[in-house]
């Protein structure tokens, strides 16, 4: 759960994140794109991401519709990366999502040559997607800025929460959430991963 | 979404994971019970949370117990013990709220999941935005909100009113029945949902024009808004259009999505087309 476009947030508040998704186009290379698009993320596992996801089906942790009633005492907290890269059944984003350049970069260059046909962009930090396209021989063809949030912001809750519910790129991490979750730092962090549909 | 009321056992978990409050306990049934003009059916209750499959009789029955010895028992906070949720037949219109809200659901005028738009994800195949062009994405009631659709309307009568072109594939233009006048159908106005992207192209050179526009507007919308322009880069990846002129309107740019450009077209019919942005 590490969407950076609309998050609120300073610069330096996600340098360490780097959101790489391949996104098929409808009608117009997203006939046959599933293998493709598991082929996206297989080719994520060395680098060691934090998350892969796709918006059908969600990241690497997921809500569990038949847990135990031991579960107040023990979950199963290990990220499933190759569920979520045999889930993928439909045309749709999928994503990978890093925790330093180094493996961001690497990554690129090796979606680049695997020449997969599909749109694939870096969600972040422009400075830091820039760098990365240097690395990967890339040249940027678009760019989509964020601008943050206008209008009636005083409906927006505090700072301190905004910063956590942003993180949710479809903002299904709600405010009194996070503000209940928010003295318990580890089960917040794995509860919000469940409950973000898109792992960005 | 419906609460089952004899699952139910009021443990309030589902109250907190709702964007949009819309969970509450019920102090007269003593249940969880939703407000269905607030919810907008965006199944982050449904989706969200885990489920147990435990009888209720007997979680209400222990829960009474240890409240006696003034002992709490709550559920992990990701959960629902009783599985009480259960997603009903939505039907036009309230439909729409589940399309905007829920990213799982897919937008059946456009296919996409999410907010239902590519925007500049695809423009290296679609050419959506050209040189010297700018792709505006308004999102309204972003983050945790909420929009009522006739809210959004006061924008789109004044995009149309300037003469600015609507996305056609975009979720909210096939909301219009007169995308001349950015009109919605009457039949949608009242619908809440979490977010709604309104997607417009101009030349950039009115980006500025545009900018001010939204700004003054915005402040007759009852919620919040999320602004993204979208732009192609030159011949070497630098992008010295826009930039300039957003900078010079106050936005301090930090963070984008970057289209690398790798993408083509690669279904069969379409193979020898040029690409082609879909604007009405």
């Keep these: 759960m590490t969407n950076t476009l609309h998050r609120y947030g300073s610069a330096e508040s996600f340098e360490d994140d780097y959101i790489v998704f391949a996104t098929p186009s409808s009608g117009r290379n997203d006939v046959g794109c599933i293998p493709k698009l598991k082929r996206f993320l297989e080719l994520a596992l060395p680098f ?5 996801g796709d ?27 190759r569920a979520v890269i045999d889930g993928i059944s439909e045309p749709a984003s999928v994503v990978a999502i890093f925790d330093n350049q180094s493996a961001a970069e690497q990554f690129l260059k090796l979606a680049k040559e695997a020449d997969l046909g599909l749109s694939i962009n870096i969600s972040g930090s422009i400075e830091g997607a820039r760098q990365c396209c240097n690395f ?21 809750p505090n700072t301190q929460l905004l910063a956590l519910t942003t993180m949710c790129g479809h903002g299904m991490i709600s405010a009194t959430f996070a503000r209940k979750m928010i003295d318990r730092p580890r089960s917040a962090s794995l509860a919000s991963l469940r409950n973000c549909s898109a792992a960005d | 979404m419906k609460i089952n009321p004899n699952k139910c056992v009021a443990c309030g978990n589902c109250t907190y994971v709702c964007p949009m409050g819309a969970i509450y306990i019920d102090p007269k049934i003593k249940r969880a019970t939703i407000n269905r003009d607030e919810c907008v059916e965006c199944y982050a209750c449904y989706n969200g949370l885990s489920t147990e ?9 222990v829960r009474g117990l240890l409240q006696i010895g003034r002992i709490r028992f709550d559920p992990e906070p990701d959960v629902c013990p009783t599985a009480a949720f259960e997603p009903e037949d939505l039907q036009w219109p309230r439909v729409i709220r589940r399309a905007f809200s829920d990213p799982r659901a897919t937008h059946e005028s456009t296919g996409v999941q999410g907010r239902g738009t590519e925007e500049v994800k695809t423009n290296d195949v679609t050419n959506r935005v050209k040189h010297n062009e700018v792709g505006f994405t308004i999102e309204f009631g972003r983050p ?21 072109a609507f996305e056609k594939r975009n979720p909210f233009t096939s909301l219009m029945n007169d995308v001349s006048t950015g009109t919605l159908r009457e039949d949608v106005l009242d619908e809440k949902v979490l977010s709604a992207i309104v997607e417009i192209k101009v030349s950039s050179d009115r980006t500025e024009e545009i900018l001010k ?4 507007v915005e402040k007759e919308i009852d919620t919040v808004v999320c602004l993204g322009v979208g732009t192609r880069c030159d011949e070497n990846g630098d992008e010295k259009v826009i930039a300039p002129i957003l900078e010079r309107n106050g936005y301090k740019l930090e963070r984008a999505k970057t289209n690398l450009g790798v993408g083509r077209v690669t279904n069969s019919l379409l193979k020898n087309e040029a690409p082609s942005g879909g604007i009405q």
């Design chain 1, 48 to 52: 060691k991401p934090v998350n892969l």
């Design chain 1, 55 to 81: 918006p059908p089906h969600g990241g690497a942790l997921r809500p569990c519709k038949n847990l135990s009633t031991a579960a107040n005492w023990k979950r199963d907290i290990t990220p499933d990366f």
């Design chain 1, 136 to 156: 990967a021989g890339i040249t940027r063809h678009s760019v989509g800025y964020s601008l943050g949030f206008e209008g009636k912001t005083e409906k927006l």
């Design chain 2, 53 to 61: 499959h435990m009888n209720p009789s007997l979680v209400r029955m």
């Design chain 2, 144 to 164: 945790g909100v909420g929009v009522r659709l006739r809210d959004i309307q006061k924008m789109t009568w004044a995009l149309a009113k300037a003469g600015v």
């Design chain 2, 213 to 216: 526009l939204v700004h003054e």
